[in-house]
């Protein structure tokens, strides 16, 4: 059943344009939604990663995984002619 509940990302991700080449950072962090995303896909867990990188908080990483949610939603594909 899918959730209701859509988070609101936009204090938690950040786009700089001299920070990481303007891609989407946690909290004008050099941390980018990409590297978190990358983590998660490696295997790491949530624990892990808040283990690795103490600044962050599970907020943070769900945040990484709503705007990765809203963009795919966002993404439009044309079918093959």
Known sequence: MPYAFT????????IEAGKRG???????MRITVYDILEYLASGMSE???LE?????TQEDIRACLA??????????????A
Not at 7 to 14: K, R
Not at 67 to 80: H, K, L, Y
């Open 52 to 56: 690795d990188f103490p600044d962050l």
């Open 47 to 49: 624990e892990q990663i």
């Open 22 to 28: 303007g891609k989407p950072c946690i909290r004008s």
């Open 7 to 14: 988070m609101n990302y936009e204090h938690l991700i950040t």
């Open 67 to 80: 705007f990765a949610a809203d963009r795919e939603r966002r993404f439009v594909s044309i079918p093959p």
